[in-house]
């Protein structure tokens, strides 16, 4: 059976993402961004998984992007934790970097499932 890389790195961002949630509740006693974060950052994962079970290309491709945006929205909270010092640097390249990686390969995915329904 073929491996599928974006479903295992997803997964392994969302726990990092729910670790990284439970370090800042407890630690930090920050609760808002860090549940927009846990939100964004799981649904991901989510998304991916049931992209596997798309009823059609068309389907696999709006799920996928809905995927790409979470990714990016988690992005966005996970900058905003940074310069509110809620996360070092550490802590901060770590998640980014992995949330770079997956988003890249999210974004790949889509275009490629674009040009096979679309070639020019």
């Excluded at 990714?71 to 998640?95: A, C, K, M, P, V």
Aim: proline fraction near 1%; charged fraction near 30%.
């Amino acid at each position: 059976m073929r491996r599928n890389i974006v479903k295992e790195k997803s997964f392994a961002f969302a726990v990092r993402i729910v670790k990284c949630y439970k370090w800042l509740c407890t630690e930090k006693k920050e609760f808002v961004m860090s549940k927009q974060m846990l939100r964004s950052g799981t649904s991901v994962g989510a998304m991916v998984r049931e992209a596997e079970h798309a009823e059609s290309t068309k389907d696999f491709i709006h799920k996928m992007s809905i995927a790409q945006k979470e990714i990016n929205e988690t992005i966005y909270w996970l900058e905003l934790l940074r310069h509110t010092d809620y996360l070092d640097s550490d802590q901060f390249e770590g998640l980014d970097r992995d949330a770079v990686e997956v988003i890249k390969l999210v974004t790949a995915i889509i275009k490629s499932s674009k040009q096979t329904t679309n070639p020019k």
